[in-house]
């Protein structure tokens, strides 16, 4: 396969017609065969990948240019609070600050070192973000569909329950935690804030709540927002699913696909292998 063969299966899996900005194929190759696939990438998994005599590298987090501008895949949230009710304008007024915390956090990082590196030991190399996460995004939404039922008396321990369904979060040595709320509550409508680069601070869970949205889940939440959202007393309940763990739920998808049509995979670099 060709990197670009790889990149397209990404994009017909995660029903997306083009790259978006915050994946690549940051040095191309003709002849894949074998993969060192990780979560995320520094210069030491390309000397593994050398050392496993592998053709490419395929990382998961932003490298190269994707994770310099990557920031604007952010905007997909706008799409994802508009499905929750969201008015859009509100949704867009809510992402402003967090987005640009994530620009100004991006724009000093040294984003060609790993790139580099694979040039001179001349690795195929890329990156696929969004496309894993938003399969991450699909089949927890899926999953998690009855509990959207308006009749539905769900709890947040009823939702955590569905999600330790998934083999890669039974597997995880990490748990999905309340961050507000608390387990006992009615869980209400559900929303899966994932599949846009990062999550979108304390002012978009706000706006879900404001929304009607009884419980948000994200990967990962900073401390700070929310130390804010406990201080507002916001309304409703946060389940952070973990890191690691809902991203390898669509790292996995993906790579599965990829052994079916035939190329040699190696996980490593924090990929949960069930």
Known sequence: MTSEDIMEVALDLAQLSEIPRDSGIHVRSDTVRTVLATSACDVSDLLLARAFKCDAVLTHHPEGTAGLHG??????????????????????????RRMQQVEMANHPRNYLRVVQAAQLLKLGFLNIH????????????????????????ATVADVIAALQEFPEHRA?????????GAPDRL?????????????GGVDVLRAYFDAGVGTVLMMHFPDADLREAREQKL????????????????????????????????RAGGIVVP
């Open 71 to 96: 920031w604007q895949v952010m905007r997909n949230q706008i799409e994802q609070m508009v499905e929750c009710g969201v008015p859009i304008a509100r949704a867009e007024a809510a992402l402003q």
């Open 130 to 153: 969004v496309p894993c996460d938003l399969i991450t995004r699909r089949l927890i939404s899926e999953k998690l569909a009855p509990f959207n039922d308006t009749k539905s008396r």
């Open 172 to 180: 995880a040595a990490t748990e999905p935690q309340v961050r507000l």
């Open 187 to 199: 869980a209400g409508r559900v929303a899966v804030a994932m599949g846009g680069y990062t999550n």
């Open 235 to 266: 309304a409703g309940n946060l389940v952070v699913t973990g890191h690691m763990a809902s991203d390898s739920i669509g790292i996995n998808v993906f790579l599965d696909e990829l052994q079916r049509l035939g190329l040699t995979i190696t």
